[in-house]
C-alpha cells in the first residue's frame, strides 16, 4: 500500500486542516463534518460546516469526545441519503462505530467520505471541566508524545483509551491520516478508496510514497497497546466474574441509563430496558422479594447492563464514552471492552471493520460455535 | 357429474401425501391400508438420508395431520377386492378386517399386550423380535391401537375362550364381536402407492444369507439402529458382542432382477453413520459395483459418509464364506482372488414390487412391466392406461423419498386436473 | 367483564392418573385467582370428553381456558376448535402438558405431581395476558404465471389451466419446448422427441386458458401468496403487469462449460462437442467432422465438471447410451468407446437399456485423469495403466448447472439457492417442489438435475400441490399467531428483515420503518427475538406472555 508524505508545517493540526480548507475551496466536498471549539471555549461541538472559516476553531483530534462521532453522522442520515457530499473527519473508533450504525441502517453512507486520523486518546471530560484551557495545553503534549514515537499510553486519558488496539485505521475508512513514524516532521495521506485517490490527487497529494514508517510506527504502538490490554483486562476479571463480583462492581450504579444514551451503538428509539416489557405487576416484585429474602429496588439494575451488554457488545468499538459519561465513575467501558473483545473473537468479528460484513447475529451458519456446544 | 373422490391404496408417504392433498382440495379420500398401521416403510428407518433427519419425527406432522383430517377415511386392515366402471364413477369393493379394538375408546396403554399368551416373530421389527397376537408393530405406530391378528390368536385359530387382553383392557376396547366388513365404494379416482419390498436374499445364496448368523439384510439393520426397534439401538452380533467389523454389498440381486434400485448406494452410506454413530472404532467396508448417487445433494452426502472412515472396494463376485469361527468376504478384487475376514455382514438387497402386485394389477386391471412394478403410460409417469387410475411412487419405479413424495404430488395433479368438476 | 377461568386435568387413563396426584393439583389450583372452576375427566379428546368441554365453557361462561393434558402437537387444535365451537375465543385457551414433560418421565409421583402443579400455575399466570387473535380471510387469484416454456413449463401449464384458472406461460426465447427441442429421441425408449413434445406444445398454444409470451421476462414480482403481481417485458419496451396466485420457476438449466478444464481440448481441438451440440448435429441429420468426412472412431467422455461441480448430474450416463445408439443407427461400423468413472443406471428401466446398448457393440471403459489430444485421448485405466485411445470425435458430457439467470429470479422472487446455485426446495425429503415463500414453486432441473420423466413428475407435482390449495373462491386463512412490528418503537435497523426466512417482512423507504406482512408470516419469532428494543413481538408468545409463565414455573 501507498500513501503521500506530507510535510507539516505550523502543527499537523493546521496541516490537516489547510488541506481540507483547500479542498472545500475546489468544491470537493459541499460540507465538513468537524469538532469545532465552542465560542465558550470550553467544549468541541461536531458542526456541519460549509463556512471554510469556521475551520479556524476547528479541531482534527479535539482533546475531548463530547459527543461520539457517529452519533453526530447519524443525526444528518438516519432518515436518508443526502445529496450533497460531506467530508466527515473523525477518530477510528468513532468511523467504527459509523459503520457498524450504517450496517444497522442508521447512517446512510451514499455521498459521505471518511476521514480518520491515528489517535492517542482522549482527555476524561471530568477532568477536562476542571479547566479546559490547561486540559488543551496538556493534550497537545499528548498528541506530541504519541506522534514522537512513546509507545507508553498516556495515563490522562481516558482509561480505555490507555489500552486502545484500534487507533489506527479501518479498512472500512476512505481516507486515513497517519500521524505516526515520522516525529511529527510528515504525516501520511493513505487512501483506501479510488474514490480518496481521486479528490485529494486534485489537491496535488499523489499516492506514491512509500509509507513503511508509519506502518512501522503503528507496530510499535501496538505491540505494546496488545500487551497493556491483556494485562489490564486479566486484572479487571476477577472484579467482573461471578455475579456477587458483578453485583458489587455496579453497587454504586444509579440506573440514570446514561451509558446506553452515549453509546452511538445503542440506537434503539427506547432501550428495552426503559419499556414496559420490564414492568411487571407489583405481585411480581413482592414474590420476588419473599421468595430471594429481600429485592432492592428500582429492579433489574444489573439486568440493564447484562440485556445492553448482550444486544451490543459484538459491535461495541471501545470508545469509552460510556464511562466518560458515567457520573459514578464505574469501569463501563472496560467491563463493556472486555466482554466486546470475547464475544467478537467467538465470530471472528471485528466492528467496523468491514462494510460487507454482515452482523454476526444475522447470519446463519450452520457450521460454527461447535466449541459451545455440549460434548 | 362426475364423482371427485378419491380411493388411495397404501397408507406410505407417498399415500399420505396424496391423501393430505386431495383432503385440502375438499375432496373425501378413502385411504386403504393392509396392514394395521401407518407409514409404511419409512417409520422403520431412525434417519433418512442425507439430511440424516429422524424419520419418525419427519412424517410425524403428516401423520397426525392425517389421523385428525375430516376427509380422509382412514381403512386399515383393508385390501381392494374388486373395482369396476371407469375415471368419475368407480365402484370398488373393499375387504375391512376387523381390528377387535375400538379405535375411539382405546388409548393405546399397552396393557392388553402383556397378558397375551401368544408370541410370534414381529414381521415389523423383520423377524428380530416377537409380538403378542394383539400388537402394536412397534412403539410409536400409528395408529396407536392394537390389532388382533386372527392367523395366531387363539380365539380365531383353536376356538378358545382367551380373554387375558379384553380383561386387562381398562376401557372395555376389546371388542371381540367386531365383524370382518365388506365396503362399497363410490369414488372418481384411484390412486396406487403400495411401495416396495426387500428382495430376499435367500435367493442369492451366495451372499449367505440365512446360513451365517450375522448376515443381515438392510432391513434388520433399520430396525437394529432403530432406538424403538428390538435393540433399543444396539447393534450387536448373534452372540451379543458388537462386531469389530462390517461388510457392506451393494447391489444384492441386482444381476437377478436387471436393474439398480437406486437408493441402496445412498443407504449404504447412511449406514456408515449408523455405525460409526454406536461403534466408533468399527472398521467398515463397502463393497460395491458403480456407484449411484446421482442429483444435487447425493455426491456431498457420498464424501461426508467416506469421511467417517470407510474402506469403499470395487470388487466382483462376493461370495460371503465362513472362515473358521467367522466370515469372509471372498471377491476379485483387481484381478485377483481376495479374502476379507468380517465379523457382520449388511446386504443391499433389490427393491421389488410387493407380493400381491400382480393380484391389485389384476383388480384394478392396469399392466404391470417385466420386472412386475405398475406400468406407467409412456411419458405420464403416474398415468396408467386405465384412465383414472394411478401409480406413484415405488410401487411404480425403485425412487427415493424425494422422488417418492413428488410423484404422489403429480398423481394429485393428475387426478385434480381430470375431475375438475364434481359432486361434493 | 370479570375474568372467569376454566380449569380442566386430563387423566388421559392411567396415563397421567397413575402418575400425578391429580387431586392435589386441583387443591392448589382452586385457590388461585380468576379461577372459577377445576374438574378432573378420564379422557377430555374423546368425543364424551370434547362434549363435556363444550358443554362446560359455556354452562360457566368460562372466559378462558387452560387444560392440562397431552402435548399440544397432539391435541391443541382439537381443543382449541372445541372452544370455536363454544363461542370462546381459540388463543384464550392454553394446554399444558403433563403427560410427555411429567407423567411419562418423572417416576417419583410426588415430584410428578409437583411439576404438573407448576405448569398449570405457570400456564394460569400466562393466560390473563393471551388476547382473542381475529382468525382472517383473505381472497386468493387461481392464476398461475409459469416462467421457462421447456417441458416442464408446458406439462405444467397443462395441468393447471383450465375455464376457472388461467396460465400465463413466459418463455425467454423464441419457441416453447427448451432444451428438448434439439433432440432427434428420447431415451430409453428412443422414440422420436416430435412425438413427445408437438401435441404438448399444440395443446398449450390452442389452449383458450393459457397465454404464452415468447421473447419475454419477468422484471419483477411482488406479493404473496394468492396475491401477486408480476411485470413482464414482452417487447422492445413493453411491459405487462399480471396478477396471479402462484408462481412456478420451470427455468431449466445450463451445460457447465468445458473449456473450464482445459484437459478436456474443448474449443481447443476440432470435433470436440458438447452433447448439445451433438443433439443438434443429430438432429440436422449433419454428423460429420470438420472436414466434412463421417467419424470412424467416437469417444463419449461422461463426468465432464462432476469434480467441479460437486455432484452427479444422474442423466449423462443414460443419455450417452442413446447417443451410442445415435451413431450405431447412422454409422453401422463406427467404434463407440464411452470412458466413464461410474455407471449410473438407476430405475427398472437403464439397466437394460445399456446392456442392449453395450451389445451393438459399445466400449465401456473405466477411465481416469483423462486428457484430450488432437485425434488421441491419454487415460489411465483402473489399474493405473496409461492408454491411448485413438479417436476422430470427442463427445463431452458437460455438468448440467443452473440457467444463468438462476440468482438473478430467486433474488427477484426472494427463494434461496443451495450452495449449486439450484433454487432450494422447502424440505428435502417432503417438500421436494414447494419454496420457502408460500406461493412460489420450483421444478424440473431448476430444481436439480434430473431426466424427462422425472422433470414431468415434478411439474405435474407443482399442478398438485396448487390444485389442492389454491381453489378459486377459497379463501385463504393465513397463521393468526403472527408478528407485530411498532411503528413508534421501530428505528429501521432492519435486523428483523434480515432474520425472517420468509420475506414477510418489508421496509417502508419513507416512514424508516419494518413492517410485517401478516399474510406471508409464519410465526416463528425470529423477528421478535432478535429485535432489541423489543418493537417487533410475537402475538401468543409476547415478552410478557413468556416472562409470566417462566417466572411462576421456576416460583
Known sequence: MKGARVAVKDSIEKTVLNILSKAIDKKLFDVILIPIMVPAGDSYAWVLAQDKSLLDSASSLPPIMSVQGAKALSSVTRMGKTNKKIAALMRPCEIRAVIELSKLSQIELDNIFLISMDCPGVLPLKDWLKDPTKGINSFRKVIQRFVDGDPEPDQSVRPVCTICHRFYDSSAVDLHIGILGKKGEYIFFIPHTTQAETIFAELGLSFKDDISHWQNGVDEVLKQRKKKRSLVQEELKPEVIGLDKLLDTFSNCINCHICQSVCPICYCRQCYFDSDKVKQPPDDYLMRAESKGNISLPPDKILFHLGRMSHMALSCVGCGACEDACPMSIKVAQIFSLIADRSQELFNYIPGESLEEPLPLRVFEEDELHEVETP | MKNGDALVIGAGIAGIEASLLLAGAGRKVYLIEKTSYIGGNVIKYEHVFPNLECATCMVAPKQQELLGNENIVLLTLSEVLDVKGSSGNFVVKVSKKARYVDLITCIGCSACFESCPVSVKNEFEEGLSERKAIYIPCNGALPNVPAIDTKNCLRFTKGENCQTCKDACMFDAVDYNQKDEELELKVGAILVATGFSQYDPGNTPQYGYGKFSDVYTALELERMFASNGPTGGKIKLKNGEHPKSVAILHCVGRKEKGYCSTVCCMYSLKFVHYLKEKLPEVKIYEFYSDLCAPGKSYQKFYEEMKEKGVDIIRARELKVAEEGKGMVIKSILNGKEDSLPVDMVILAPAIEPREDAPKLAKVLAIPRDEHGFFREEPYAPVATPREGVFIAGCAQDPKDIQDSVAQSEAAVGRILATLRSWKG | ?555
Open chain 3, 1 to 555: 367483564m370479570e375474568e372467569k377461568i376454566g380449569v380442566y386435568i386430563c387423566e388421559c387413563g392411567p396415563n397421567i392418573a397413575e402418575n400425578v396426584d391429580i387431586d392435589k393439583v386441583i387443591n392448589v389450583v382452586s385457590s388461585l385467582p380468576s379461577v372459577g372452576i377445576v374438574e378432573r375427566h378420564k379422557l377430555l379428546c374423546s368425543e364424551d370428553g370434547k362434549k363435556f368441554l363444550k358443554q362446560s365453557i359455556q354452562e360457566h361462561g368460562l372466559t378462558r381456558l387452560v387444560i392440562a393434558a397431552c402435548s399440544p402437537k397432539q391435541h391443541e387444535a382439537t381443543f382449541m376448535k372445541v372452544c370455536e365451537e363454544a363461542g370462546l375465543n381459540p388463543h384464550l385457551f392454553q394446554l399444558v402438558n403433563i403427560r410427555e414433560q411429567c407423567a411419562w418421565i418423572i417416576e417419583d409421583k410426588e415430584r410428578a405431581t409437583d411439576r404438573a402443579t407448576r405448569y398449570v400455575r405457570a400456564a394460569l399466570r400466562r393466560i390473563p395476558y393471551h388476547q382473542p387473535l381475529e382468525k382472517r380471510e383473505i381472497d386468493c387469484n387461481p392464476d398461475v404465471l409459469v416462467i421457462g416454456g421447456g417441458i416442464t413449463g408446458i406439462e405444467t401449464s397443462l395441468l393447471l389451466a383450465g375455464p376457472d384458472r388461467k396460465v400465463y406461460l413466459v418463455e425467454k426465447t423464441s419457441f416453447l419446448g427448451g432444451k428438448l427441442r434439439e433432440f432427434e429421441k428420447l431415451a430409453p425408449g428412443m422414440e422420436s422427441t416430435d412425438k413427445l413434445l408437438k401435441h404438448k406444445i399444440k395443446n398449450v398454444e390452442e389452449s383458450e386458458n393459457i397465454k404464452v409470451f415468447t421473447n419475454a421476462e419477468v422484471k419483477g414480482v411482488i406479493g404473496f401468496l394468492g396475491n401477486f403481481i408480476a411485470v413482464v417485458k414482452t417487447g422492445e419496451n413493453e411491459e405487462l403487469e399480471i396478477k396471479v396466485g402462484s408462481v412456478v420457476v420451470a427455468t431449466g438449466f445450463d451445460l457447465f462449460d468445458p473449456t473450464k478444464i482445459p484437459r478436456y481440448g474443448y474449443s481447443k481441438f476440432d470435433d470436440v462437442y458438447t452433447s448439445l451440440e451433438f443433439e443438434k448435429m443429430n438432429l440436422n441429420g449433419k454428423i460429420l467432422l470438420k472436414n466434412g468426412q463421417p467419424p470412424k472412431s467416437i469417444a463419449i467422455i461422461h463426468c465432464v465438471g462432476r469434480e467441479e461441480r460437486g455432484y452427479c448430474s444422474a442423466v449423462c450416463c443414460s443419455y450417452s447410451l442413446k447417443f451410442a445408439r445415435y451413431l450405431k443407427a447412422r454409422f453401422p461400423d463406427v467404434k463407440v468407446s464411452n470412458l466413464y468413472t461410474e455407471l449410473s443406471v438407476p430405475g427398472k428401466v437403464y439397466q437394460k437399456f445399456y446392456e442392449e446398448t453395450k451389445a451393438m457393440g459399445v466400449d465401456f471403459i473405466r477411465a481416469r485423469e483423462i486428457e484430450i489430444k488432437e485425434k488421441v485421448i491419454k487415460y489411465l485405466t483402473e489399474d493405473e495403466k496409461e492408454q491411448n485411445l485413438a479417436v476422430d470425435m470427442v463427445i463431452l458430457t458437460p455438468a448440467i448447472q443452473p440457467s444463468s439467470d438462476a440468482s438473478k429470479l430467486a433474488e427477484m422472487l426472494k427463494i434461496s439457492q443451495d450452495e449449486k446455485g439450484f433454487f432450494a426446495e422447502e424440505h428435502e425429503k417432503l417438500g421436494p417442489v414447494s419454496t420457502s415463500m408460500e406461493g412460489i414453486f420450483i421444478a424440473g432441473c431448476a430444481q436439480g438435475p434430473r431426466n424427462i420423466a422425472d422433470s414431468i413428475i415434478q411439474a405435474e407435482a407443482v399442478a398438485g400441490k396448487i390444485l389442492s390449495s389454491i381453489i378459486p373462491g377459497k379463501k385463504l386463512e393465513p397463521e393468526a399467531r403472527t408478528s407485530e412490528i411498532s411503528e413508534a418503537l421501530c428505528i429501521g435497523c432492519q435486523t428483523c428483515l434480515e432474520v425472517c426466512a420468509y420475506g414477510a417482512i418489508y421496509f417502508d423507504e419513507i416512514k424508516r420503518v419494518s413492517v410485517v406482512n401478516e399474510i406471508l408470516c409464519r410465526g416463528c419469532g425470529n423477528c421478535a427475538a432478535s429485535c432489541p428494543s423489543g418493537a417487533a413481538s410475537l402475538k401468543h408468545f409476547t415478552a410478557t406472555q413468556i416472562h409470566q409463565e417462566v417466572v411462576e414455573a421456576l416460583r
